[in-house]
């Protein structure tokens, strides 16, 4: 269900890409218009991912998820009327979209990081945020024939409507409970994020004293975190007590009546110590976020620089692809979204391929940094060579274009958005590996960074093309050059390690 709310979420974020082509002709739109209404999308979207990453850190995941779907499908339902109220009208209709877009990702990873272990992570998170480009391809499939059949406020009412439906499903998920397996796995994890698992002595440490000693130590650290998590888990369930129930009224085999009141009286103490325990919780209350520690630690700047890096090539060519379609290629709507389509299924494609190729290089032994950065450096670097490719193949005028260069041009970017792709195993997997605990609140910070290219780059893209009239210096060298610059700045700095904080 998380997949298809980002589904929803990028579907309701591209139909403007599309239906902006119709509405800047009847409205009598500037380029720089619409660069200024792609952006105002995201105005609203940087200015609720710290607050989101915050309150999913209190009160769930689950219910921010919804708020953030039923708000962006209310911003999605107005938008027609507000066009033609004016630009101003439509922009605040789309800051409500973005308000509540911006609550998924740290809403869907605070989920995640209480329902998903850290060897299943990449899978998990792959699809869920794979849900971004799947409804970025179904927008894109729907939008064409829905504007020529149907006028172009028909993809907003549409996509608003599938979003309420949404909604009334996702409670019957229960989402807001808990993993045990991720609850055992917190247990029995060092603060460097390795697993206490006990190990028998080797080489030099065989048949030594020492050696023994550390894996009997290593082997109670493991007894006594799997027995907390028992007694808090499963000896106090539901479960557990209806069979203690059915069980005391049948006396077991070689176990006296006294011998099982001892063991019914331990039961009782431990179950009202833990309720003890939780009360001191609840009146303690919620333990504080440490933002300080945030902003100071390399490997979180390195996950923000590298989601502001990311974003600003999928942002500026999510907005602009269709109006570049149309624009330097002389295509129509229609068109112009069937092509705009093709590298997000390539992105699409290649999204099955992403997550357990990771996990399968971590299960193999390989160090979950190293496995990080190389899954970021695919797509940061191989995006960057095809915006490149691009630039140079842009024609100056669309008369001037082909079928066989429309092609290329089309293929250039499949292969570039397919690598993307990887970024799924890379800086999206790191807020969990860094700190499940605060995992919303990381994504928060970094969300917030990488919503800023919605703003900037959309909108200095229109502004570009409007002052230079080319593609190359408006949209594809600015997007290399950020891609390369995350490139070099996520491979010296970036870690998986659990932080200290953590």
Not at 86 to 113: D, K, N, Q
Request: overall charge neutral.
């Amino acid at each position: 269900m998380m997949a298809v709310a980002f589904v929803l979420c990028n579907m309701d974020k591209v139909n403007m890409s599309v239906a902006v082509i119709p509405m800047a002709r009847d409205l009598g739109w500037s380029a720089t218009d619409r660069g200024l209404v792609s952006s105002s999308f995201f105005w609203g979207y940087s200015l609720t991912q710290v607050p989101a990453g915050w309150i999913s850190t209190r009160i769930g995941g689950a219910k921010v998820l919804m708020a953030g779907v039923a708000l962006w499908s209310f911003g999605t339902l107005i938008a027609p009327p507000a066009a033609h109220l004016g630009l101003w009208a439509l922009c605040a209709s789309r800051v409500l979209v973005g308000l509540g877009e911006g609550f998924a990702p740290s809403a869907a990873t605070s989920v995640l990081a209480r329902q998903v272990p850290s060897t299943e992570r990449s899978r998990a998170v792959t699809t869920v945020w794979g849900g971004l480009d799947v409804g970025s391809a179904v927008g894109l499939l729907l939008s064409g024939p829905l504007i020529r059949l149907y006028g172009w406020p028909s993809v907003f009412y549409l996509f608003a409507v599938l979003g309420g439906v949404w909604c009334l499903f996702w409670p019957m998920f229960q989402p807001e409970l808990e993993d045990p397996a991720v609850k055992l796995e917190q247990l029995a994890t060092r603060p460097n994020g390795r697993v206490r698992v006990p190990r028998a002595p080797v080489g030099a440490d065989a048949g030594s004293s020492a050696g023994a000693a550390e894996a009997i130590m290593d082997a109670r650290n493991v007894a006594d975190s799997v027995d907390e998590f028992l007694d808090e888990n499963l000896r106090s369930s539901p479960y557990s007590r209806q069979a203690e129930t059915r069980s005391s009224s049948q006396q077991q085999p070689g176990i006296s009546q006294q011998q099982q009141q001892q063991q019914k009286l331990q039961r009782q103490q431990q179950e009202a110590q833990r309720r003890e325990t939780e009360q001191r919780e609840k009146k303690a209350g919620p333990e504080a976020v440490p933002w300080g520690a945030f902003m100071t630690s390399a490997p979180v700047w390195a996950v923000t620089v590298a989601h502001f890096c990311f974003n600003w090539g999928y942002y500026t060519l999510l907005a602009w692809l269709p109006s570049y379609f149309e624009l330097a290629l002389g295509l129509n709507v229609q068109e112009s979204s069937f092509l705009t389509l093709i590298p997000y299924v390539a992105m699409v494609a290649m999204t099955p391929v992403v997550g357990p190729v990771a996990d399968g290089l971590i299960k193999r032994g390989w160090d979950l940094t190293s496995v990080r950065k190389l899954a970021q450096g695919l797509a940061f670097v191989g995006p960057a060579v095809c915006m490149v490719a691009c630039a140079a193949l842009t024609p100056a005028a669309p008369l001037a274009v082909g079928s066989a260069q429309t092609a290329l041009l089309v293929g250039l970017l499949s292969l570039g958005f397919a690598l993307g792709a990887w970024s799924r195993a890379g800086l999206y997997c790191n807020h969990q590996d860094l700190s499940p605990k605060y995992a919303s609140a990381l994504l928060g910070i970094t969300n917030t960074a990488g919503a800023l290219p919605g703003v900037l780059g959309v909108t200095s893209a229109g502004y570009l093309l409007d002052a230079t009239g080319s593609w190359a210096l408006a949209l594809f060298f600015p997007t290399a050059a950020c891609q390369l610059f995350g490139a070099v700045f996520y491979s010296i700095f970036a870690s998986s390690e659990r932080q200290p904080w953590s």
